[in-house]
């Protein structure tokens, strides 16, 4: 397996600009998770999905920001109108259950002028 | 909701000596406690577990010690190299209460050689 995947890997856009950022699992894995990272909040968790389910979104920050996943192999974040404090690197992260190890895809690092 | 709090921010150590990252955590009933190592400009990956019916785990030159009834835990690195120089992240999870990583905020390791 490829590992986890996203995409794009750089996405920088102009404030007030619809952001959608992509994410393809493991195979097989259940859970999906979206995080965030910055040097002052750390890596913070966004929603997580169980069985292509919404299981928390309490770390979606605002209204602005949504996440979908319509089948188990794809699932994407969307921020809509981004703003230049979205800035940061976003990584998804899929793992089978439980005590398995979780893993992490590359990031996609977003820049919002 | 499980809080983790992970000590310190920033460590510095020589090379061959050795590195302590201390988290403690506050549900009584996380299960699961894994370390995730993020070098520059990488994804996080997982280095070492524990899990709760266990006190103490190692891989080589890193280890991980638990104190459930103290409710916490620590990562030991041994000769310490170069290349251990990056972030260390802890975590913890009760497994069935929605299988969600909580990180605490991340230790700074740096190596000097």
């Known amino acids: 397996d490829a590992g986890v995947i996203q995409s794009p890997r750089h996405e920088v856009t102009e404030m007030g600009q619809e952001v959608t950022l992509r994410c393809k699992p493991i195979?097989?894995?259940?859970?999906l998770f979206w995080y965030r990272q910055t040097m002052m909040r750390g890596l913070e968790l966004l929603i997580y999905?169980?069985?292509?389910?919404?299981?928390?979104d309490s770390g979606m920050p605002e209204d602005r920001f949504s996440a979908k996943m319509p089948n188990a192999s794809f699932s994407t974040l969307k921020i809509q109108p981004s703003e230049p404090r979205d800035s940061a690197v976003y990584f998804c992260?899929?793992?089978?259950?439980?005590?398995?190890?979780?893993?992490f895809g590359p990031g996609t690092r977003l820049t919002v002028l | 909701g499980e809080n983790v709090e992970q000590h310190p921010s920033t460590l510095s150590v020589q090379e061959g000596d050795s590195a302590v990252i201390k988290c403690t955590y506050s549900?009584?009933?996380?299960?699961?406690f894994p370390w995730y190592k993020q070098e520059l400009g990488k994804r996080p990956q997982l280095i070492i577990d524990?899990?709760?019916?266990?006190g103490e785990k190692k891989d080589q030159r890193i280890a991980v010690t638990l104190n459930k009834t103290a409710k916490h835990f620590s990562l030991h690195i041994t000769e310490t190299q170069p290349e251990d120089s990056a972030v260390y992240f802890c975590?913890?999870?009760?497994?069935?209460?929605?299988?969600?990583?909580?990180f605490g905020g991340g230790t700074r390791v740096l190596v000097k050689p």
């Open positions: 549900d009584s009933a996380s299960n699961y």
């Open positions: 524990i899990r709760s019916n266990v």
């Open positions: 992260a899929s793992r089978l259950s439980g005590f398995e190890e979780q893993f």
């Open positions: 195979s097989g894995h259940d859970y």
């Open positions: 999905f169980n069985n292509n389910v919404p299981i928390d």
């Open positions: 975590a913890a999870m009760r497994e069935a209460a929605g299988n969600k990583l909580t």
